[in-house]
């Protein structure tokens, strides 16, 4: 696979408390929430303790399992640090096999999939204003201006567990996942993401996509990871 990854801080924030990592087949975005310092902790902790899972061999029950054990650092690293306390992070993660794509995923931060020029949505928002889009209460758009949209229900390190969700996928060549923050989808929609990953080539993907959040107000951090399939699964 081809990654290319931008995070920004925005126009608002005053620290970025995102983190992403891409190395070799795998790629993740986590976005963390608990104030100035704990949000910050929360996301590269994540980041690092995926970081050093060399040889993981992704599946569901592994990726289920990890995500948990992920949950527990956090979680009682919050716990032992009156200045951390309160502090979570959303986790969205992808690994490439011979065969599949594997997300985990936690939170509020998204994967799509590019393919045939259509975007999809491939993990559910854990979040207020996703259970008020499923019940028909609201649209997608109006969820992007609503009051609460900033209110997860499910993240990594507020409790001692965490239910996680993992997707598999069968991947072609050519297959354009990306991974984000809400600071791109709350400040775009699909259809605006969709034209910019199909009006620029792969490599200018991510740094347009973070400069048209910005132009509409940069609100939240911001952080992109764009995964390229090269080649047809073997």
């Known amino acids: 696979m081809k990654f290319i990854a931008k995070t920004n801080i ?8 995102d983190a992403i990592i891409i190395k070799d087949d795998f790629c993740a ?4 929430m608990g104030g100035h ?10 980041i690092e303790i995926l970081n050093s899972n060399n040889g993981f061999v992704p ?3 592994s990726i289920k ?3 948990k054990k992920i949950n527990l650092y956090v979680y009682n690293e919050q716990l032992q640090n009156e200045g951390l306390k309160g502090m979570g992070t959303t986790l969205t993660a992808l690994w490439r096999t011979n065969k599949k794509i594997f997300i985990g995923h936690v939170g509020d931060s998204r994967c799509y999939l590019i393919r045939k020029k259509q975007i999809k949505q491939i993990t559910k928002d854990h979040s207020y204003v996703a259970d008020l889009i499923n019940l028909g209460i ?8 609503h009051p609460y949209r900033n209110v997860i229900n499910r993240a990594i ?21 990306l991974l984000c923050s809400d600071g791109l989808n709350s400040m775009i929609n699909d259809e605006t993401i969709l034209n910019i990953v ?3 080539k792969t490599k200018n993907i991510a740094n347009v996509l973070v400069d048209e959040a910005l132009k509409a107000g940069g609100k939240d951090n911001v952080s992109v990871v764009v995964a390229l399939v090269e080649e047809d699964p073997s």
């Open 59 to 61: 599946d569901e029950n």
């Open 10 to 17: 925005g126009l608002v924030r005053k620290a970025n408390q």
């Open 157 to 177: 390190g507020i409790k001692d567990d965490v239910e996680v969700d993992v997707v598999s996928i069968d991947y072609k060549k050519r297959d354009i996942f």
């Open 198 to 200: 199909l009006k620029n």
């Open 29 to 32: 975005v986590a976005d963390g």
């Open 37 to 46: 310092l704990g949000g910050e902790v929360a996301s590269k902790t994540a």
């Open 138 to 145: 609201i649209t997608n758009e109006q969820a992007r201006f």
């Open 65 to 67: 399992a990890l995500f």
